[in-house]
T-cell receptor, first 116, second 115 residues
Framework: AQKVTQAQTEISVVEKEDVTLDCVYE???????LFWYKQPPSGELVFLIR??????QNEISGRYSWNFQKSTSSFNFTITASQVVDSAVYFC?????????????FGAGTRLFVKA | DTEVTQTPKHLVMGMTNKKSLKCEQH?????MYWYKQKAKKPPELMFV???????INESVPSRFSPECPNSSLLNLHLHALQPEDSALYLC??????????????FGPGTRLTVL
């Protein structure tokens, strides 16, 4: 069974602080995919990043960076110099093969508040 | 263009009503998804369509009936819903369902209230 744990329910930071959102996953498959999505108050899920299980390279995109470590089954997300517009719920998700295709399961989400 | 559209944005219905949610994408994606999201919870997969055929049904009650008339359209027909079915219903699409988990692009959702 697959499982995604986002232990931080809510995080509150002041603008310009760095913040790391944790994600730990469980899977028995060797081939799987990890995602981060952002859900602002408007409700739409916005794709941020996709990683496959064979690519452990960390990635940086502007103020966003991701640290994928298979040894600890973690895929953490860091926002550098946070801004008020970063306030949202962030979901980590895991996709792995299942009968009928790939199934995606989401973590519980971390609600990030960035105060001005 | 990574746009998935959903209509209506909001829907209020009684328990005896029949209504439909609509989802559309013009990205040439061949997989489409329905998710249900309760307040302060993560999205939960309901159905997956792959090349216009239902490939995954997560044991969803029959009062929810999905339909994929063509590769761009996905409907969710609702009948005899319960108040606990009130939620945000999200549609998503991805390029191809086979060979790996492609990125899913989500629509803005339909916020459903069942009275």
């Amino acid at each position: 069974a697959q499982k995604v744990t986002q232990a931080q329910t809510e995080i509150s930071v002041v603008e310009k602080e760095d913040v790391t959102l944790d994600c730990v996953y469980e899977t028995r498959d060797t081939t799987y995919y990890l995602f981060w999505y952002k859900q602002p108050p408007s409700g739409e899920l916005v794709f941020l990043i996709r990683r496959n299980s064979f690519d452990e390279q960390n990635e940086i995109s502007g103020r966003y960076s991701w640290n994928f470590q298979k040894s600890t089954s973690s895929f953490n997300f860091t926002i550098t110099a946070s801004q008020v517009v970063d306030s949202a719920v962030y979901f980590c998700a895991l996709s792995e093969a299942d009968t009928g295709g790939f199934k995606t399961i989401f973590g519980a989400g971390t609600r990030l508040f960035v105060k001005a | 263009d990574t746009e998935v559209t959903q209509t209506p944005k909001h829907l209020v219905m009684g328990m005896t009503n029949k209504k439909s949610l609509k989802c559309e994408q013009h990205m040439g994606h061949r997989a489409m998804y329905w998710y249900k999201q309760k307040a302060k919870k993560p999205p939960e997969l309901m159905f997956v369509y792959s090349y216009e055929k239902l490939s995954i049904n997560e044991s969803v009650p029959s009062r929810f009936s999905p339909e994929c008339p063509n590769s761009s359209l996905l409907n969710l027909h609702l009948h005899a819903l319960q108040p606990e079915d009130s939620a945000l219903y999200l549609c998503a699409s991805s390029q191809a369902p086979a060979g790996g988990a492609d990125t899913q692009y989500f629509g803005p959702g339909t916020r459903l209230t069942v009275l």
